[in-house]
């Protein structure tokens, strides 16, 4: 078990290679959705109307499709601007994508300040299939060096004090999650859900949760339980968290 109090997040590349693990139990499939390559010109340029264009983002931008809303917390106003933003250079214009936005106050204060402050500077980063799956946001490149830049939350790190004071060796897997709870190590990053949730979400994951196993802890307690209700249901059908 990982000792002492100074908990670190992994790196880059152990954050983009976490989330697509963590969420296989979410999504109940591969990582095909966190390998498309990267979108570089924000969907601006070109007039190719292929799969492939939509699929990264350089095709053409539809104006405006998707409308942000007027956010109660103005500081949660950046985030609505940027998921509507993405959404049309994305040609994600079906209506369910406006009622995602119509959503997106609730979905931003569930996540983390950094997650959102990833997402508003990295928008013109982040893949059209990142973005739609929401659950590859935080495999971004762009996105997780603002993830690692500010390293776990003092309620974060509750959560996985609390997850190794009950699980020291996850004993009933033979496999230590404890160790790699932020990421990195071979057992993969448990509390993936715990390192993208506000604090609040992490204080209720800290209390809640006490699983060992990754279903019962990541799938069932994590997002089920805790933050999905915060975020609100993904109105799109198949897109990944919260359905």
Same mark, same amino acid.
């Given at each position: 078990?990982?000792?002492?109090?100074?908990?670190?997040?992994?790196?880059?590349?152990?954050?983009?290679?976490?989330?697509?693990?963590?969420?296989?139990?979410?999504?109940?499939?591969?990582?095909?959705?966190?390998?498309?390559?990267?979108?570089?010109?924000?969907?601006?340029?070109?007039?190719?109307?292929?799969?492939?264009?939509?699929?990264?983002?350089?095709?053409?931008?539809?104006?405006?499709?998707?409308?942000?809303?007027?956010?109660?917390?103005?500081?949660?106003?950046?985030?609505?601007?940027? #998921?509507?933003?993405?959404?049309?250079?994305?040609?994600?214009?079906?209506?369910?994508?406006?009622?995602?936005?119509?959503?997106?106050?609730?979905?931003?204060?569930?996540?983390?300040?950094?997650?959102?402050?990833?997402?508003?500077?990295?928008?013109?980063?982040?893949?059209?299939?990142? #973005?739609?799956?929401?659950?590859?946001?935080?495999?971004?490149?762009?996105?997780?060096?603002?993830?690692?830049?500010?390293?776990?939350?003092?309620?974060?790190?509750?959560?996985?004090?609390?997850?190794?004071?009950?699980?020291?060796?996850?004993?009933?897997?033979?496999?230590?999650?404890?160790?790699?709870?932020?990421?990195?190590?071979?057992?993969?990053?448990?509390?993936?859900?715990?390192?993208? !949730? !506000?604090?609040?979400?992490?204080?209720?994951?800290?209390?809640?949760?006490?699983?060992?196993?990754?279903?019962?802890?990541?799938?069932?307690?994590?997002?089920?339980?805790?933050?999905?209700?915060?975020?609100?249901?993904?109105?799109?059908?198949?897109?990944?968290?919260?359905?």
């Amino acid at each position: 078990m990982m000792s002492g109090t100074c908990w670190r997040v992994g790196s880059l590349f152990a954050i983009a290679a976490v989330f697509p693990v963590t969420m296989m139990l979410v999504e109940g499939c591969g990582s095909d959705s966190f390998t498309a390559a990267p979108s570089t010109d924000g969907g601006n340029e070109g007039a190719t109307t292929d799969a492939a264009a939509l699929q990264d983002g350089s095709g053409p931008t539809l104006d405006g499709c998707v409308k942000a809303p007027t956010a109660s917390d103005p500081t949660l106003q950046p985030f609505c601007d940027a #998921f509507a933003e993405i959404s049309s250079r994305c040609n994600d214009c079906d209506p369910c994508r406006q009622a995602n936005a119509n959503s997106c106050e609730a979905f931003g204060s569930a996540l983390s300040a950094a997650m959102q402050r990833g997402v508003v500077a990295c928008k013109d980063q982040i893949e059209c299939s990142q #973005f739609e799956s929401q659950s590859g946001l935080p495999s971004n490149p762009c996105v997780a060096a603002y993830i690692v830049d500010a390293g776990p939350t003092p309620a974060q790190v509750s959560a996985a004090t609390a997850y190794c004071g009950n699980c020291p060796a996850a004993a009933d897997s033979g496999v230590d999650y404890c160790d790699s709870y932020f990421g990195g190590g071979d057992a993969g990053g448990i509390g993936g859900i715990t390192l993208v !949730s !506000s604090d609040a979400i992490a204080a209720k994951i800290a209390q809640n949760c006490n699983g060992c196993l990754p279903a019962d802890y990541v799938l069932i307690c994590s997002l089920e339980l805790e933050f999905c209700p915060v975020a609100t249901k993904n109105h799109c059908p198949n897109s990944g968290l919260c359905q």
